[in-house]
């Protein structure tokens, strides 16, 4: 297994490298970090040059860190200039484009749907704009904008559709939470530790076979008891006030969604 540090290229788009790479002691031999715009084409295929894979993923910017309704347009053109340099990069061999679970979970059908919703479905965007859901409309939008650029330049992408990230900074105003509720009662409001989604970025980029989509996620919330949990990790202050349910673990909400594929490429992975 190539270890994680000796991937050649490594983005964290609007991040500057003392962010990044804070608390982490790495060798200089083999890593290189390279501030570039995503919107300055050139300055991507500067960072590119002599990499093999690339491992994308989009946060807003530090002027503009909530989504809206223009966050969209934002996430887009940056998603379309990173897949674009990698089409003109000769020597990458695969793309690993993290989207999120927000970008599968919000359709109208939802809840009549006979099948479990699963890395086949995307979110319905007019769905999403109806209601506000500006991180659906974001990662929707963005991952369909690097699948058809990647289709018609023929680059090698896999995307990784990724649950609630569960980060030690972790707020009740992350974008991805708008909706929580209504995720929670339709059994698809699913989230994801970091080592776990760590591993399947690895896992993904090292197995040759891996394609097209992979819900990731290691949990679901879908008991009471598992949404007291997570709110108190929100909103401490609230803590005293939020109660343990009685029938502890027993009372839950069924399981809407699935990661069988994912689960089925990993396991035989060693971290």
Same mark, same amino acid.
């Given at each position: 297994?190539?270890?994680?540090?000796?991937?050649?290229?490594?983005? =964290?788009?609007?991040?500057? *490298?003392?962010? /990044?790479?804070?608390?982490?002691? #790495? @060798?200089?031999?083999?890593? $290189?970090? +390279?501030?570039?715009?995503?919107?300055?084409?050139?300055?991507?295929?500067?960072?590119?040059?002599?990499?093999?894979?690339?491992?994308?993923?989009?946060?807003?910017?530090?002027?503009?860190?909530?989504?809206?309704?223009?966050?969209?347009?934002?996430?887009?053109?940056?998603?379309?200039?990173?897949?674009?340099?990698?089409?003109?990069?000769?020597?990458?061999?695969?793309?690993?484009?993290?989207?999120?679970?927000?970008?599968?979970?919000?359709?109208? =059908?939802?809840?009549?749907? *006979?099948?479990? /919703?699963?890395?086949?479905?995307? #979110? @319905?965007?007019?769905?999403? $704009?109806? +209601?506000?859901?500006?991180?659906?409309?974001?990662?929707?939008?963005?991952?369909?904008?690097?699948?058809?650029?990647?289709?018609?330049?023929?680059?090698?992408?896999?995307?990784?559709?990724?649950?609630?990230?569960?980060?030690?900074?972790?707020?009740?105003?992350?974008?991805?939470?708008?909706?929580?509720?209504?995720?929670?009662?339709?059994?698809?409001?699913?989230?994801?530790?970091?080592?776990?989604?760590?591993?399947?970025?690895?896992?993904?980029?090292?197995?040759?076979?891996?394609?097209?989509?992979?819900?990731?996620?290691?949990?679901?919330?879908?008991?009471?008891?598992?949404?007291?949990?997570?709110?108190?990790?929100?909103?401490?202050?609230?803590?005293?006030?939020?109660?343990?349910?009685?029938?502890?673990?027993?009372?839950?909400?069924?399981?809407?969604?699935?990661?069988?594929?994912?689960?089925?490429?990993?396991?035989?992975?060693?971290?």
């Amino acid at each position: 297994m190539v270890p994680f540090l000796e991937i050649d290229f490594l983005w =964290d788009c609007f991040s500057g *490298e003392e962010n /990044l790479f804070n608390g982490i002691s #790495s @060798d200089p031999d083999k890593l $290189r970090v +390279f501030r570039s715009d995503p919107f300055d084409y050139h300055s991507i295929i500067d960072a590119l040059r002599g990499c093999s894979g690339l491992f994308y993923s989009f946060e807003p910017p530090f002027d503009q860190p909530n989504y809206d309704e223009y966050m969209a347009d934002v996430e887009v053109r940056a998603a379309h200039n990173v897949l674009e340099a990698c089409a003109q990069t000769e020597t990458i061999d695969k793309v690993i484009f993290t989207s999120s679970a927000t970008a599968v979970v919000w359709r109208e =059908d939802r809840k009549t749907m *006979e099948l479990d /919703l699963d890395e086949r479905h995307w #979110s @319905d965007v007019n769905f999403c $704009r109806k +209601f506000k859901l500006w991180h659906g409309v974001s990662k929707t939008m963005a991952e369909k904008s690097a699948w058809a650029l990647a289709m018609d330049r023929g680059v090698n992408m896999v995307s990784i559709n990724a649950g609630l990230l569960m980060a030690h900074d972790l707020s009740v105003k992350h974008p991805y939470l708008r909706g929580a509720a209504e995720m929670y009662e339709d059994g698809v409001f699913v989230t994801v530790d970091l080592g776990f989604l760590v591993d399947a970025h690895i896992c993904v980029y090292e197995d040759v076979s891996s394609y097209g989509r992979y819900l990731c996620f290691n949990h679901i919330i879908n008991t009471h008891d598992d949404a007291v949990q997570l709110a108190r990790k929100l909103t401490p202050g609230a803590s005293s006030s939020l109660q343990q349910s009685d029938d502890y673990g027993k009372s839950f909400i069924e399981q809407r969604i699935n990661n069988k594929k994912l689960n089925k490429l990993m396991v035989d992975f060693e971290a």
